[in-house]
């Protein structure tokens, strides 16, 4: 007779221990584990060389940031449609031109003041995101269709406005003076480009603490608790680059004016969608979602509810990504938001979001975010032609996705 | 020696973590019916995923000689065109399309890109006849029943000049007079030349139609019984080579558990097919659960015991509810709602942990917590610390044999990844848990650990159900059965009165009762 109770409890060894001599294993781990990272880095210092360093030059960091904040903003949004499982909104863009020529109409035509104006425009925004979000969950239509159906829309509906607004130009310049361009456009403690600005250079200093700080402090908690961590070199090579790093774009920046308002907007979105994603269980049910919709359906998720509240909280980032992208423009016309929603999705994309939901971080999009926006900006600086540009990034797209999915079949 | 049409010789094949097959030998003769049996993730069907390419040439070690050549292939196709045909457990038809349509499927009649339907038609219906279906092949397939769909797809097989004939579990979801006519076909097939291979759990039906039957058990082949002779082989002899040991020992005894009062109650429980809102799928239905009590449904597949279980679960599953489902013998008030179901402390652990139970794409922590996010966080913020220490502590209740719980569900072993869906339903602290399968697809050793766990839980108090679709399981473990038939519950045992044939018995005089 045998007796197929187990034999002992099974010590809880690794189930396949990594050599420790085999070094080289380790490094490429490391580095197809932070790869867009270096990719990002080796493109920058490309365009190093490319410009005789021009791209580093404080006018040139300030405006990358300038110009990419609104895929930083709509990325954050994206993501977590995408989260649910590949979800995306292709409205987007087009939304942010309907909503600027609202806003528009609302600052310049009708004088509302800014509060008001930005409270009527979160309306309208709310709105939208409960229409398609409703369509999505509760009417089971493909996310892909109903949005299809607002990117088609929305932008002739802004158009129609502009014309009634100002028939002339089919534009609503928003004068200089007026209040809603410091709440999102502008410079903290404006100084002059030739001065130090003291406050950005300091605030730089103390944020770059912090962060080795924090790192470190989390390091050593998790070693106190018993939990897996990584080694003590990466810690200290992460927090040395990531100190780095600040400190260098704060230092820049301290030398072009300060730090601008919209840097701060920026940052406060993508810390707020870092924490929902990582730290609550509203952001762990995006997740499990797009993992496996019927169990998490069956763990008691109301992934209706999910994939409503997706669409929903698009549409309040569009609105913010609408505001900041008529500041720095100053005006509403019928080009604003053209393809931001592929911008959007690229970063998504780009930094690694899985394509079919239930993978992905804030923080990779915030990397494939910044990818693309040094490959905007630096490309025209060194005369690459518009129509070039445009298959430079369908390329890296494609490469991104590629080398992901290459990536992961290594590591099975 | 002997002619042999298909010999596989040594077949290892090993999945991350899990060696399914070690060393197989299997070796069929031309024209005869060879039965493969063995437990439930004995690896069977992973013998015969090799045999058929879809696990290809490259991906096992050992070799498939076939009319006495090495084969390598890499697809179904390349299996297909030699004449080996595998008709699945699950009925691969598309309900929409005709029976013709079906048959031809990715093996259309005709030249280039344009089908002959005339062919088809003609063609089909010959192979209609030859299993003995009068139907014409014009004939939707959702229009017929179960049993004649299993007799499309061997007619299927046949249009595709099967030679050697594979047919795992055949009869699963047959009636007993349908099985015993599809096993007739097979030995009048036999007698035409074909060569077959059967999967099958049902041994006396095993007994009845094969010429040889191969026990496979734990990956390995334990021995091949010759069934030619003037008496047909016991069914104990053959259970005997599957179990490799007396059946004493299988199950953990559950001592001093005190059974208490009735928390859950059904009454006249019926539900309709969500697709099919006219059909019954479980109807009228009454059972009840007392405190410490492990109640086994038992029924063949089709019997409504998942679908009951699902709709008992917060209405997961179906539509047109009607009838009563008191806890602690006030009526609980009808919403779906599976996060109502978990408020009413009820817990589904489902059959099929990869489809609805387990998110593969994540960790065993966010696994483990998943069902009671709210015992881990504080205003929806998550307390990592504390959702590590509950993930620890069921792996270490459960001894989930992992380096750590940030480890990826989709690593881990079938067992591992059962114990994985069980801890994330105890810590969701239920107090009535409906098993679903609870040993499905997992070895021998982790089975005895769940059974553990499930003692384990009565003795806490837990009501337990649990569905199976092991006799032995069911009488093992249960205090009390319910048997299920065709939606409805046609019979309750105590265990101890209970036997295997009583149980069979019980079910097949229901099925005449149609």
């Not at chain 1, 409205?91 to 009527?120: D, H, T």
């Not at chain 1, 509203?282 to 019927?294: A, D, K, L, Q, S």
């Not at chain 2, 004939?139 to 249009?159: D, F, M, R, S, Y």
């Not at chain 2, 040993?439 to 003795?459: F, M, P, S």
């Amino acid at each position: 007779m045998e007796n197929i109770a187990p034999k002992e409890a099974v010590p809880n060894q690794p189930m396949n221990p990594r050599a420790s001599g085999d070094s080289t294993e380790k490094v490429l781990a490391v580095l197809r584990k932070n790869a867009m990272l270096i990719v990002l880095g080796l493109v920058y210092v490309f365009f190093l060389i490319m410009t005789g360093g021009n791209i580093f030059k404080p006018m040139h960091m300030n405006l990358i940031i300038k110009e990419n904040a609104y895929v930083y903003i709509l990325g954050c949004g994206m993501l977590m449609c995408m989260l649910t499982g590949g979800n995306i909104d292709l409205s987007c863009g087009a939304f942010v031109c309907l909503l600027g020529s609202i806003g528009g109409y609302m600052l310049v035509n009708l004088a509302y003041s800014s509060w008001i104006a930005i409270a009527l425009m979160l309306l309208v925004a709310v709105l939208d995101g409960c229409v398609l979000g409703y369509l999505i969950a509760y009417v089971h239509i493909p996310p892909w269709i109903v949005t299809l159906a607002g990117y088609l829309s929305f932008r002739g509906l802004g158009t129609q406005l502009l014309a009634v607004a100002s028939p002339k130009t089919n534009a609503i310049k928003i004068p200089k003076t007026n209040a809603f361009l410091n709440i999102f456009s502008g410079t903290i403690f404006k100084t002059k480009p030739s001065e130090l600005n003291l406050v950005c250079a300091i605030t730089g200093a103390v944020l770059a603490a912090v962060v080795v700080v924090s790192m470190f402090v989390i390091r050593r908690r998790r070693i106190a608790k018993g939990y897996s961590v990584a080694s003590l070199t990466s810690t200290i090579v992460k927090s040395v680059l990531s100190a780095a790093a600040i400190v260098v774009i704060m230092w820049q920046l301290a030398h072009d004016g300060g730090i601008p308002t919209v840097l701060l907007w920026v940052v406060g979105v993508v810390l707020v969608y870092g924490f929902i994603t990582g730290r609550t269980t509203i952001g762990r049910r995006f997740y499990v979602v797009g993992g496996n919709r019927e169990a998490a359906r069956m763990s008691g998720v109301n992934t209706k509810r999910i994939m409503f509240a997706a669409y929903l909280n698009m549409a309040f980032l569009t609105a913010l990504a609408t505001m900041t992208v008529m500041s720095r423009l100053q005006a509403a016309n019928s080009q604003m938001g053209t393809n931001f929603e592929m911008d959007a999705i690229a970063a998504c994309v780009v930094g690694g979001v899985s394509a079919s939901g239930g993978a992905g971080t804030v923080m990779g999009m915030v990397i494939g975010a910044t990818l693309i926006g040094v490959i905007n900006h630096g490309m025209p600086m060194i005369g690459v032609n518009i129509d070039m540009q445009k298959v430079v990034k369908g390329l890296v797209l494609l490469g991104a996705v590629v080398f992901d999915i290459l990536s992961k079949k290594r590591d099975r | 020696m002997a002619e042999y049409l298909l010999e596989m010789q040594g077949i290892t094949k090993t999945f991350p973590g899990v060696k399914a097959l070690d060393n197989v030998n299997l070796q069929v003769e031309q024209g005869e019916i060879h039965a493969l049996v063995g437990e439930n993730g004995a690896g069977k069907s992973t013998l015969m995923n090799v045999l058929s390419g879809i696990y290809p040439y490259g991906s096992y070690e050992g070799d498939i000689l076939y009319e006495g050549q090495v084969c390598k292939f890499a697809n179904i196709k390349d299996s297909e065109r030699k004449g080996i045909v595998i008709i699945h457990q699950e009925l691969a038809l598309v309900p929409e399309m005709t029976i013709g349509e079906n048959m031809y499927l990715g093996n259309e009649r005709g030249h280039k890109m344009a089908i002959n339907w005339t062919e088809t038609y003609a063609e089909a219906d010959k192979y209609l006849r030859m299993v003995k279906l009068s139907e014409s092949s014009k004939v939707p397939v959702n229009t017929i029943g179960t049993g004649k769909q299993q007799l499309v797809e061997i007619a299927k097989a046949l249009a595709k000049h099967a030679r050697l004939l594979i047919l795992d579990e055949p009869t699963s979801s047959l009636n007993e007079e349908d099985s015993r006519a599809l096993l007739d076909l097979m030995l009048e097939f036999k007698k035409q030349g074909m060569t077959m291979i059967i999967i099958s759990h049902k041994l006396n039906e095993v007994a009845y139609v094969a010429d040889k039957i191969t026990v496979i058990r734990d990956g390995k082949t334990i021995e091949t019984l010759d069934n030619r002779g003037a008496e047909p082989i016991s069914e104990a002899r053959i259970i005997r080579g599957m179990v490799g040991r007396e059946m004493t020992n299988r199950f953990p005894k559950r001592e001093n558990v005190a059974i208490g009062s009735v928390r859950l109650e059904v009454e006249n429980w019926t539900v309709h097919h969500p697709i099919y809102p006219e059909r019954k799928v479980v109807d009228d239905v009454n059972l009840y659960v007392r405190e410490g009590e492990v109640v086994g449904i038992y029924g063949l597949m089709g019997a409504g015991r998942t679908e009951l279980a699902m709709s008992i679960f917060g209405q997961s599953y179906g539509t047109h509810f009607s009838g009563k489902l008191k806890i602690d013998g006030k009526v609980v008030r009808q919403r779906r709602s599976e996060a109502d179901a978990i408020r009413h402390r009820i817990a589904y652990v489902t059959e099929d942990r990869k489809g609805n139970g387990l998110v593969l794409s994540q960790d065993i922590m966010v696994n483990t917590t998943l069902a009671n996010l709210g015992a881990v966080s504080k205003f929806s913020i998550l307390d990592k610390d504390r959702e590590h220490e509950a993930a620890m502590e069921y792996q270490r209740k459960l001894n989930i044999k992992t380096p750590s719980v940030e480890q990826l569900v989709g690593n881990l072993s079938g067992g591992n990844q059962q114990k994985v869906l069980l801890a994330k339903w105890m810590f969701a602290e239920p107090d009535i848990l409906i098993l679903d399968e609870p040993t499905r697809g997992i070895d021998v050793g982790a089975k005895y650990e769940i059974y553990c766990i499930i003692n384990d839980l009565a003795a806490a108090g837990k009501c337990v159900i649990m569905i199976s679709s092991e006799l032995p399981e069911v009488l093992g473990m249960s205090d009390r059965i319910y048997i299920m038939n065709s939606g409805r519950m046609i019979d309750e045992m105590k265990a101890e009165d209970a036997t295997q044939e009583s149980i069979m018995t019980a079910i097949v005089n229901a099925g005449r009762g149609d």
